[in-house]
């Protein structure tokens, strides 16, 4: 890749196609990945790429529910793993919850080479030293988190095909799952098993920002970076949740940007 300035305006946006793009030539990612990815940064160049406060909202309501949940689950895509494994890895270790790699265009060599980039990712995150405000054993944490989605012993009720497909010890079993860039399909589904579904997705008039219990409209690897230090914290919950307001919240926030022109 070529050398992005440290002063380059859309530097973060840069080093985000590059993952990418690398992903893409390693076999990790559907070919439509570049297109989804397309999409979202649409929508983040309105949001002024940052998190709004309705999204540091919707952060803190997912890790108080993370925390709380019986049976967590981190639902994670190749676009997902690419762009931000690590942190989710890490979000994962403080929760003490299992991360499933779960696909839309599901293929064998896919799953197994996002296993293994996560299982990479982990060992490094492991070699560091904890994140500040965590106590215990770090390394020991972080390798305990379960990587999981080559089991394939449970179907989504209500999907055909291999959209179907997970793992009875993650999804399957999963009272909460945090699903960054699901598809709307899937969403209503998991909805409809009776699971708590917390989604990150930029588009907030997406079927699937529409169909979760919570929307993170924020661009995934900047959200996970701000769950991370949220799970850390500790719960923070809000009596009331309305997601539809949230979702308008980040609409206003995207027309907002007018004022810049
Ligand atoms: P629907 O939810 O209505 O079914 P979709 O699942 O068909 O929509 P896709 O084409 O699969 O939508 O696009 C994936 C979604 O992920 C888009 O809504 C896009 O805005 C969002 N997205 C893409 N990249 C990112 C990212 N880096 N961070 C957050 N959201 C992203
Ligand atoms: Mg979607």
Not at 67 to 74: H, K, L, Q, W
Request: hydrophobic letters at 40%; one cysteine or more; charged letters at 30%.
């Amino acid at each position: 890749m070529t050398e992005i300035p440290d002063s380059h305006p859309r530097r973060e946006s840069l080093l985000a196609r590059g993952k990418i793009v690398a992903g893409t030539r390693r076999g990790l990612l559907a070919d439509s990945a570049m297109i989804a990815h397309g999409r979202g940064e649409a929508f983040d160049y309105l949001l002024g790429e940052r998190t709004t406060d309705s999204a540091a909202r919707a952060i803190r309501r997912v890790a108080s529910l993370l925390i709380s949940a019986e049976r967590p689950v981190i639902s994670t895509n190749g676009n997902t793993v690419v762009l931000a494994g690590e942190d989710l890895i890490r979000v994962a270790a403080v929760v003490g919850c299992p991360i499933e790699v779960n696909l839309y265009y599901r293929t064998p060599e896919r799953v197994a080479g996002l296993i293994s980039l996560l299982q990479e990712q982990r060992e490094s995150i492991a070699k560091e030293v904890g994140p500040d405000g965590f106590e215990g054993d770090w390394a020991e944490e972080v390798r305990s988190v379960r990587i999981l989605g080559t089991e394939e012993d449970f179907r989504i009720e209500g999907l055909e095909g291999p959209r179907s497909i997970c793992t009875k010890e993650g999804i399957g079993l999963a009272d909460l799952v945090l699903v960054p860039l699901e598809d709307g399909d899937r969403c209503e589904a998991l909805v409809s098993l009776g699971k708590k579904v917390c989604v990150i997705d930029l588009n907030p008039l997406s079927r699937t920002a529409m169909m979760a219990g919570v929307t993170i409209v924020d661009e995934v690897s900047r959200a996970s970076r701000v769950l991370l230090t949220e799970v850390l914290s500790g719960p923070s919950m809000e009596e009331e949740w309305d997601n539809r307001a949230i979702l308008r919240e980040a609409l206003r926030e995207m027309s907002g940007s007018e004022g810049s022109i």
